[in-house]
């Protein structure tokens, strides 16, 4: 879909410029403007259709690369001399196409954490309600639009092959001169040319930019009847440079987007900001001038004033034989937004790559290894049979179909062609490695998963993790594996919300236009630009998007359907904990539940809030109902003081006697311990005293043996010291 003209605001139209090739209006041309128009615009597509060609010269083996990734992607994955010869010969040939699996796990991850386009207030003219409003303006932009498909298909393709595009654009509302931004996804990314000198890495300083169609002759004569090229009954007239943009009866038409840099004068103001010195100069004879309190800074003596240099971006359709239609973009940028896969620079080329890239091989492998389990199942009982030359002659229909029916017996004959006997025919049966295949297909699929960095947990296979923590850890792998593709989309997300942001104070220009305005919470307001407007304070307003600066960052994380489900829970266990803040909260907390009703019953609750936070409805309360309020929220306070009081009296009763129990229990334990240790000593005494004794008397024992040993000693020395008897005795 093609840009439709812009406003009829001055600005928008395309200026006059000298050095402009396809500016040719005014009045009727004389022949020497003539053919200075005509060589001027000879001149303009001979350089279009050469900046055409440096980059389709320049993005050839990306295109081609990522166009066999597609082909791969979309079940294409057997080589075509391969695929024919076992399809000649009848073995299988099969597809066991895992990528689209693999894929979807990063899309869809994406899909489930939308970025958020945030918009900041940057310099002293920009304040916050404005920053919101074009933030508010930004949702609108994003819903009416339905971007999400447009940031899908980008990414979709990024993921993929290595790039993807969508693009903003812009369209009358109908039955209006008003316009409004679209951001729409571009289907096929290989009708895209960009610069290739570009450096930055969302292409904001490409210098032109091509998005090509082809049309058939039919549907071209019926679009574009004034066309010089639709008058042709053939192109045989086509030069041998044009050749390519007119092929087998179709004609490629372009859009083509390139961008004039145009030096102007800045000047400063006392007031901080600056304007440029046309503009000033208009605003004079117009007799509006600066603000009241704004002047142009001067310094000795001098205004302040500086050279910059303004980026005009013009758009045109066209072919390579002529220009069919053309305008000035309203935006600094080109408004197309590349989505990057992975980026290498490799001797000096460029690469960009998606997940197929490195992951052909292993799903090659997957394939082929499948085929040749299913082709060694399948062949296993169609072992051949082992014949004597002449064996079956005249039975060969039978041992031909003995592999699909069933037969009783097979004759056969037992001598062979030269009469020798020969044993019955007999199959060469083999074992097939379906073993040694299936390891190497888990190979293929282990493989497979390392070239992807997508592993079990991220598919949701279950794993040896016990714990929650432990499987979230194990995805979180797969997810930082591929999360610089995450982090290029929200760099291309990110480019769309500074594009949009200079573009709608330019789009969205009119005085008391009423703009739709969207919320974080899906809620929408209108809001009139230009024209004095009562914000939420009851504060008059005018809201002007063409004053100050804006900035943009991205907020990346959970939807806000699940931060609006995060909040209802975590909500209830505070009221659960503390019971005495529900009364403030519950108008908000039942306002974010999903059943049918919980606005209705949010707005009952609000009513019951206190003034204070009635966000300023009890202002005009009267005077009557005031004093009942009041005295009721008196009462309130008292009854909630008594509670508190009971419920601090209860909370000590319940320590008090928590801590008594827990005397009690100790006491309890501390007894049993002692009189497990007292019935330890008594039993140890007891044992000590019975060993005492046994030692006592085996000291006795030891004495009395002792004291009989001496005895006998003396008994002896004494015999031995006696005189000897005589004789006579």
Not at 254 to 264: D, I, L
Request: aromatic content about 8%; overall charge negative; some cysteine.
């Amino acid at each position: 879909m093609m840009p439709t003209p812009p406003s009829a605001d001055s600005r928008y139209v395309t200026p006059a410029y000298g050095d402009n090739p396809v500016a040719m209006r005014g009045s009727e041309p004389l022949p020497d403007e003539e053919k200075t128009a005509r060589q001027a615009k000879e001149e303009f597509l001979r350089t279009a259709l050469e900046r055409w060609q440096l980059a389709a010269d320049a993005e050839a083996e990306i295109r081609r690369e990522a166009l066999e990734d597609l082909e791969f992607y979309s079940g294409k994955q057997w080589p075509e001399g391969i695929m024919a010869d076992r399809m000649k010969a009848g073995r299988p040939c099969l597809t066991i196409n895992r990528l689209n699996q693999f894929a979807n796990q990063i899309i869809n991850q994406q899909r489930q954490s939308r970025p958020a386009i945030q918009v900041n207030p940057v310099d002293n003219g920009a304040d916050p309600e404005t920053a919101e409003i074009l933030q508010g303006l930004t949702r609108h932009v994003e819903l009416n639009s339905h971007a999400d498909i447009a940031y899908d298909t980008g990414f979709m393709y990024a993921v993929i092959g290595g790039f993807g595009y969508y693009r903003i654009l812009t369209e009358y509302v109908p039955g209006s001169f008003d316009q409004e931004i679209l951001l729409k996804p571009i289907k096929n990314p290989f009708t895209v040319y960009y610069d290739p000198t570009c450096e930055e890495p969302d292409y904001s300083d490409a210098e032109y930019a091509f998005i090509v169609t082809h049309f058939t002759r039919a549907k071209y004569k019926r679009r574009f009847k004034d066309s010089e090229v639709a008058g042709l009954s053939n192109f045989q007239s086509i030069g041998d440079g044009e050749k390519s943009w007119f092929q087998g009866g179709n004609i490629r038409v372009a859009e083509y987007f390139w961008v004039e840099k145009v030096k102007k004068t800045l000047v400063s103001l006392t007031d901080g900001s600056s304007i440029y010195a046309e503009e000033l100069k208009r605003l004079a004879g117009e007799g509006k001038g600066l603000p009241e309190g704004v002047d142009v800074e001067i310094r000795n003596g001098k205004p302040v004033e500086r050279e910059d240099e303004v980026r005009i971006v013009h758009w045109c359709l066209m072919n390579a034989r002529e220009i069919l239609e053309e305008r000035i973009w309203p935006g600094q940028w080109i408004p197309i937004i590349p989505v990057l896969g992975g980026e290498l620079i490799v001797d000096g080329r460029r690469k960009l790559f998606g997940i197929v890239r490195y992951a052909k091989d292993p799903q090659r492998r997957l394939n082929f290894e499948t085929s040749a389990m299913t082709e060694a199942i399948a062949l296993a009982p169609k072992a051949p049979w082992i014949i004597a030359e002449g064996q079956i002659e005249g039975y060969e229909h039978l041992y031909e179909t003995a592999n699909i029916r069933t037969y009783s017996h097979l004759p056969y004959k037992p001598k062979s062609v030269d009469g020798q006997l020969v044993p019955p025919p007999m199959r060469q049966t083999a074992e097939p490695p379906i073993q040694a295949i299936a390891a190497a297909r888990a190979t293929a699929e282990a493989d497979l998963k390392a070239t992807t960095g997508i592993y079990d947990a991220f598919l949701g296979a279950p794993g040896p993790e016990q714990s929650g923590k432990a499987i979230l850890a194990r995805q979180r792998q797969g997810e930082t594996a591929n999360f610089n593709l995450l982090d290029n989309l929200n760099r291309a997300i990110e480019f769309t919300g500074k594009q949009l942001i200079d573009l709608e104070p330019k789009i969205y220009d009119r005085p008391g236009r009423v703009l739709q305005i969207v919320g974080i919470d899906s809620t929408r307001k209108s809001v009139a630009i230009g024209d004095p407007y009562q914000n939420k304070d009851g504060v008059m307003r005018i809201y002007d998007l063409n004053v100050g600066r804006y900035d943009v960052t991205l907020s990346v994380g959970q939807s806000y359907q699940s931060k609006r489900q995060e909040f209802v829970e975590s909500a209830l266990a505070l009221v659960q904990n503390s019971p005495q803040i529900a009364p403030m909260i519950m108008d908000l907390v039942v306002r974010h539940f999903d059943w049918p009703g919980a606005a209705e019953i949010a707005d009952r609750l609000k009513k019951m809030l206190p003034p204070n936070l009635q966000e300023g409805e009890g202002a005009e309360m009267p005077p009557e109902v005031k004093a009942k309020v009041d005295a009721l929220m008196q009462q309130h306070e008292a009854l909630t003081a008594e509670l508190n009081a009971a419920n601090e009296e209860l909370k000590s009763k319940r320590m008090e006697l928590e801590s008594k129990e827990r005397i009690a229990e100790m006491q309890a334990k501390v007894d049993l311990i002692l009189g497990e240790l007292k019935a330890n000593v008594q039993s140890g005494q007891a044992m000590l005293q019975a060993e005492m004794q046994s030692i006592a008397r085996k000291l006795d024992q030891l004495d009395a043996e002792a004291q009989r040993q001496h005895e006998i000693e003396l008994a002896q020395q004494t015999a031995a010291s006696a005189p000897e008897p005589t004789a006579a005795e």
